[in-house]
């Protein structure tokens, strides 16, 4: 009886295997520039080796695991695939699934560092345009006076400085080591030329205190000063009652 199941079970794993599709899945290159499609072909064959025309589900994922796409092509036929703007540079992983059937592939997309400088008004707004973090050094020109910046800016994100300046036109010039933006007769205030970073609001480049705060809010942003105050006063009033005491002695 147990021969006979095992081998009814051999027999049943070998048709089943008989059956079964052949799949794989190929890019026709390597290396795919941002936003660009990505060409691909799924061979599927059936157990005689003949092509067989089916759809096919295929899966898109970065090796960061932070992006997945999902499509359906039709197979033996090669597909274009565009998996979005900005997609995040590095390896990605393609899963095709046919029934039971599975096949991988790898391809990479290639890093682009791009950025967007726009200055309006007194506000500089630096947009990272590219499919991977933006951390290069930024130079910043106010007339002859330069600073320079290196923010750290995700995929599709922002950041914004307010130009400061004592009143009056500047020209304003802003590059990294791809890009210029060039700007004249821009109107700035301020105490000092500088740059302020829009997280941080009201705070000057110096003292980092709000310059239009009065002394009362001063001190409640900094208790050090309080500390400093209440230490005054608690040694002039001993000064003062030292004093006194002496004085009565040599009464």
Same mark, same amino acid.
């Given at each position: 009886?147990?021969?006979?199941?095992?081998?009814?079970?051999?027999?049943?794993?070998?048709?089943?295997?008989?059956?079964?599709?052949?799949?794989?899945?190929?890019?026709?290159?390597?290396?795919?520039?941002?936003?660009?499609?990505?060409?691909?072909?799924?061979?599927?064959?059936?157990?005689?080796?003949?092509?067989?025309?089916?759809?096919?589900?295929?899966?898109?994922?970065?090796?960061?695991?932070?992006?997945?796409?999902?499509?359906?092509?039709?197979s033996?036929?090669?597909?274009e695939?565009y998996?979005?703007?900005?997609?995040p540079? /590095?390896?990605?992983? &393609?899963?095709?699934?046919? #029934?039971? +059937?599975?096949? $991988?592939?790898?391809?990479?997309?290639? =890093?682009? *560092?791009?950025?967007?400088?726009?200055?309006?008004?007194?506000?500089?707004?630096?947009?990272?345009?590219?499919?991977?973090?933006?951390?290069?050094?930024?130079?910043?020109?106010?007339?002859?006076?330069?600073?320079?910046?290196?923010?750290?800016?995700?995929?599709?994100?922002?950041?914004?400085?307010?130009?400061?300046?004592?009143? /009056?036109?500047y020209? &304003?010039?802003?590059?990294? #080591?791809? +890009?210029?933006? $060039?700007?004249?007769?821009?109107?700035? =205030?301020? *105490?000092?030329?500088?740059?302020?970073?829009?997280?941080?609001?009201?705070?000057?480049?110096?003292?980092?205190?709000?310059?239009?705060?009065?002394?009362?809010?001063?001190?409640?942003?900094?208790?050090?000063?309080?500390?400093?105050?209440?230490?005054?006063?608690?040694?002039?009033?001993?000064?003062?009652?030292?004093?006194?005491?002496?004085?009565?002695a040599?009464?």
């Amino acid at each position: 009886m147990k021969k006979t199941l095992t081998i009814l079970f051999i027999f049943t794993l070998f048709l089943s295997l008989a059956a079964a599709e052949k799949i794989s899945v190929e890019t026709i290159e390597e290396s795919y520039s941002p936003n660009k499609n990505i060409t691909i072909i799924v061979n599927l064959h059936d157990n005689s080796n003949k092509p067989l025309s089916d759809q096919v589900n295929l899966i898109f994922e970065n090796d960061a695991k932070t992006n997945s796409v999902e499509k359906t092509i039709n197979s033996n036929t090669i597909s274009e695939i565009y998996l979005g703007e900005n997609t995040p540079g /590095g390896f990605w992983t &393609i899963k095709a699934a046919y #029934k039971k +059937n599975e096949a $991988t592939t790898n391809f990479q997309i290639e =890093t682009s *560092e791009e950025v967007k400088f726009e200055l309006n008004g007194d506000t500089l707004t630096i947009t990272n345009t590219g499919n991977t973090v933006y951390d290069e050094e930024i130079k910043i020109f106010i007339r002859e006076t330069f600073t320079s910046k290196k923010p750290v800016i995700k995929l599709g994100e922002s950041t914004s400085f307010r130009l400061i300046a004592p009143e /009056g036109v500047y020209n &304003i010039r802003v590059s990294d #080591k791809n +890009n210029l933006l $060039t700007r004249e007769g821009v109107a700035l =205030t301020g *105490e000092v030329i500088g740059i302020l970073d829009e997280k941080l609001q009201g705070r000057t480049p110096i003292t980092g205190i709000n310059p239009n705060a009065n002394s009362s809010g001063i001190i409640k942003q900094n208790p050090l000063i309080y500390i400093f105050v209440l230490a005054v006063v608690g040694a002039a009033i001993l000064l003062t009652v030292e004093r006194y005491y002496r004085k009565k002695a040599e009464d």
